[in-house]
């Protein structure tokens, strides 16, 4: 390699050394969304690519993160289908599966657009559920366990429930019936908010907001108070007996113990009546 050669090279390495340089201060820096890498080959030739900055990438991941973990979903059980994306032009069917299509720790509207069934259970680990029951009936659904009955429900830990109304004389929630001969299987299986255990405290929270009528048959229960630090609270929701057994909507959760002044021992927060 002659004289000439061996400086053609280091200039080039020189150069591509600079491009380097300002390629990483325009990737780390801020305001842009790309930044070229511009390099010169043996040949002379210069390539020159175009990349995403840090910024851009970091935008792009917390907009799809964000996208996966906060979703609104609307659900028609009448018209809805489940491959559809779940906007209000192409609801999806079964509102467990809204619930199940946010990963753990995520947030999801669900907004009904027809009477539902929850008729499956859903899984999941401190999630946010947010029902608009929009005029609409959600029918809580029993299944049969070797001849004896339990609740389809939301099972795992750490999930917050909030019901919704809007003040809509429709919206209802319905919890079903025992017919003659028919028995729940246990307490603790036969909760619409179900913990995963009764020893370990679960920390699921219940909240029934403004304008909900619940329609009770006198069995099942919302949420269970067993071995763990629940919450569950009512506010302007009207208390409806359909079985002609009243209860009030603190019995509305399994297991609740009371110290001697009546006060709940494993319920965190008071409860609204």
Request: with cysteine.
């Amino acid at each position: 390699m002659n004289l000439d050669e061996i400086n053609a090279n280091l200039l080039r390495q020189g150069q591509n050394n600079d491009n380097a340089f300002s390629f990483m201060e325009g990737f780390f820096g801020n305001g842009a969304s790309s930044v070229q890498w511009s390099s010169v080959g043996a040949d002379g030739t210069q390539n020159v690519r175009t990349y995403p900055t840090l910024q851009k990438l970091t935008g792009d991941v917390s907009a799809a993160v964000k996208g996966e973990m906060i979703k609104t979903i609307c659900v028609d059980e009448v018209n809805g289908d489940d491959n559809n994306d779940g906007t209000s032009s192409a609801p999806i069917q079964n509102i467990h599966n809204a619930i199940n299509a946010i990963p753990d720790g995520g947030t999801v509207n669900i907004i009904l657009l027809s009477d539902c069934h929850f008729s499956a259970n859903a899984y999941g680990n401190n999630k946010t559920i947010v029902i608009h029951f929009n005029g609409y009936t959600l029918d809580l659904v029993k299944y049969d366990f070797n001849g004896l009955k339990i609740l389809y429900a939301i099972i795992g830990y750490g999930n917050i429930l909030y019901l919704y109304g809007q003040s809509n004389a429709n919206s209802k929630l319905r919890i079903p019936a025992l017919l003659a001969g028919e028995s729940i299987f246990s307490v603790g299986h036969s909760v619409f908010l179900k913990s995963v255990g009764s020893i370990s405290p679960e920390f699921n929270k219940l909240h029934i907001g403004y304008g909900l009528e619940v329609l009770d048959n006198g069995a099942f229960y919302l949420c269970t108070g067993v071995g763990s630090a629940c919450s569950y609270t009512v506010s302007t929701s009207i208390y409806t007996s359909e079985s002609g057994t009243a209860r009030n909507f603190e019995q509305l959760v399994s297991g609740v113990m009371k110290d001697i002044n009546g006060v709940p021992r494993n319920v965190q927060s008071n409860l609204i009546l």
